[in-house]
């Protein structure tokens, strides 16, 4: 299954190929203006060749999205081995913050709202579609699991003074880095200011005792 070779980066040349050109194609013309003639034709393949691979459109979509979720969770792999929960916690914000800022463009588009009707007649009750929909949940979930697990070892050492739970606080800088940064129109230029903006705010709203103190803006 298209998934597993995707989850276990096992990926034919070809099959790579056509995620990341497809990538391209939702980034510049959203779900509804992509159309798989285009990207076949950019790849120099018959679109009957794309479907082979990837049953439909919506499938395509989805298979891009956890793609991008396992570029993305590559940069996290090494937090966890951080045994210092406070060096983890400030690797883990500016690792999410700069991610979100370099792939925001394409996670625009994954607002169920965003999708439209043409996405959700074509996901229909196919399987395959509903389970690439349950994978991408469940990465959301562990990411989101993780972070949770560091807040709680903060408060435990009482570094966070906030009396929120772990898990809303980990919700709401979730929420906080990426509305932010979709809103944003910055360039690459601004990052690190960025970074030390929402890194000063974060640690303020939740009340943050660290050594580890804000960078200077730049």
Do not use: W
């Not at 003639?37 to 950019?42: G, K």
């Not at 949770?148 to 929120?164: D, F």
């Amino acid at each position: 299954m298209m998934i597993d070779h995707i989850l276990q980066n096992s990926l034919a040349d070809l099959d790579r190929k056509i995620l990341e050109e497809a990538r391209k194609a939702f980034l510049t013309y959203g779900y509804a203006g992509t159309n798989i003639d285009q990207v076949a034709q950019t790849i120099g393949i018959g679109k009957g060749t794309i479907y082979r691979h990837f049953q439909n459109k919506a499938f395509l979509f989805l298979a891009v999205v956890i793609y991008t979720y396992q570029e993305m969770i590559a940069h996290f792999q090494p937090i966890p081995q951080m045994a210092d929960p406070e060096e983890a916690f400030h690797a883990y914000l500016k690792t999410l913050i700069q991610l979100n800022y370099t792939l925001k463009p394409f996670f625009s588009l994954l607002n169920p709202l965003e999708f439209g009707r043409e996405f959700q007649h074509e996901c229909g009750n196919n399987p395959q579609i509903s389970a690439l929909m349950q994978r991408f949940q469940k990465e959301k979930s562990e990411g989101l699991a993780f972070l949770t697990q560091i807040v709680e070892k903060l408060k435990q050492k009482q570094a966070i003074k906030s009396p929120l739970e772990a898990s809303k606080i980990a919700k709401m800088i979730f929420a906080l880095v990426n509305n932010y940064l979709r809103d944003e129109n910055l360039d690459p230029s601004s990052l690190q200011k960025t970074t030390n903006d929402l890194m000063y705010f974060i640690h303020q709203a939740i009340e943050y005792q660290s050594p580890i103190v804000r960078e200077e803006h730049i």
